[in-house]
């Protein structure tokens, strides 16, 4: 699956420095935080990067470019670092989250058996739906014109780049097979982007021993 996911390349006329470390992951046994998740969260939050560190501010930045206000939706790594404690979700988001403040990306978790074809990183036509929530009950909402998105064939899977996941493709505890979407823009460099992956492969590992992982590059390691 990972081998079809592409980046559009009006994305990366916008910053031509992006590159994404795409992990598949399969055959995870998911559950609920436990004491060892709590301890890598705190772990994680002690070690945090500040708000204020170049890698983070560069997100700030790719917002703007596309004309998002990131005070206002922020990056998702600029929200995490944001809020302490780190939230407890589950198993798989926790080991992910712990991972996103410790080395200053986004990264993002999405449940492969929801996906309806390929993920694809593109610019937004504005009619595209995005499955969410209002006060509890399912909505349908749009991103606008230009807006830079992830996206499957049914619709649009996070806003904003990484600001917010949509509801259908969410990891929760019954997810057995997952994509992660590790996000670098300068001055993070690709040994940086590869080691926050390593980390990440090594807490879902001790999650799910048995768990078969995939990786790849897209971006400027690989030319594309």
Request: aromatic content about 6%.
């Amino acid at each position: 699956m990972i081998d079809d996911i592409r980046v559009d390349p009006s994305v990366t006329s916008l910053r031509p420095d992006f590159a994404v470390l795409v992990m598949g992951v399969y055959g995870l046994r998911n559950g609920p935080t436990d004491d060892r998740s709590r301890a890598w969260l705190a772990e994680a939050a002690r070690d945090a990067v500040p708000a204020a560190d170049p890698r983070i501010e560069a997100w700030r930045e790719a917002y703007r470019a596309f004309g998002a206000k990131p005070q206002r939706t922020r990056p998702s790594v600029d929200a995490l670092v944001r809020r302490m404690p780190l939230p407890e979700i589950n198993l798989v988001v926790d080991a992910y989250n712990a991972v996103s403040v410790r080395h200053g990306l986004p990264i993002g978790g999405e449940d492969l058996g929801r996906y309806e074809g390929p993920a694809g990183l593109v610019r937004a036509t504005g009619d595209e739906p995005f499955e969410t929530a209002d006060r509890g009950e399912p909505s349908v909402d749009h991103p606008e014109i230009g807006e830079v998105v992830w996206r499957d064939d049914r619709g649009v899977t996070c806003r904003r780049w990484n600001w917010r996941q949509c509801v259908r493709t969410r990891i929760t505890e019954e997810t057995t097979d997952a994509l992660f979407l590790l996000e670098r823009l300068e001055p993070m460099t690709i040994g940086e982007l590869t080691a926050a992956g390593e980390e990440l492969t090594g807490l879902l590992r001790a999650v799910s021993p048995g768990a078969r992982v995939e990786m790849r590059i897209i971006g400027p390691a690989d030319g594309e």
